[in-house]
């Protein structure tokens, strides 16, 4: 290591030290910042015509296959439907018009998982799978009422 006498940094010495530095500051924030930590909680598992998701204030195409991630809005335009799945088995049905905000999100045996969802406008359908079970459990949320319909006929 180079002792700095008097005189203070040669302008070269600074620049190792500021590049250096910035390393150091850069490796810290991509291991240890949870801003850089996966948020992804599911993934769309079919789609049928136009959707889209609002992640951060831009406007994403939605395929088959696309991560869904925190914050994220979804939203299905006339004529179209999606499904969510998520990594315990559980699914979201979006129909035609129906917009979503994944608004939280909670770890399960290693999984992130949304813990809560708004639904903003239209329609869903819910199929969650009951572990003691085996059964699955359906639940249908409609808008502008928000009105709850319970398990369906063949969830059991």
């Known amino acids: 290591m180079k002792r700095v006498g008097a005189g203070g940094w040669r302008s070269h010495d600074r620049s190792i030290a500021f590049v250096a530095a910035g390393l150091m500051i850069a490796l810290g ?7 850089w930590a996966d948020d992804a909680v599911g ?5 049928s015509g ?5 992640r951060g204030g831009a406007k ?4 088959e296959g696309t991560v869904v991630k925190v914050h994220d809005k979804v939203t299905t335009q ?9 990594g315990d088995g559980s699914s979201i049905a979006l129909s035609s018009n129906t917009s979503i ?5 909670t770890t399960m045996n290693g999984q992130t998982l949304p813990s809560r969802v708004t639904l903003i406008s ?3 359908h819910t199929i969650v799978p009951d572990r003691t079970t085996g059964h699955q459990h359906s639940i249908e949320v ?8 319970g398990p369906s006929p063949n969830s059991h």
Do not use: H, M, R, Y
């Not at 924030?29 to 801003?35: G, R, Y």
């Not at 994403?60 to 395929?63: E, G, S």
């Not at 006339?78 to 998520?86: D, Q, R, V």
């Open 29 to 35: 924030t991509l291991t240890c910042s949870p801003a």
């Open 43 to 47: 993934s769309v598992t079919q789609i």
């Open 50 to 54: 136009d959707a889209q998701i609002d």
């Open 60 to 63: 994403l195409p939605v395929d």
């Open 78 to 86: 006339p004529g179209a439907s999606l499904t969510l799945g998520f």
């Open 101 to 105: 905000a994944i608004e939280d999100s």
């Open 122 to 124: 239209g329609d869903i």
């Open 142 to 149: 409609d808008t502008p009422n928000t009105k709850e319909t």
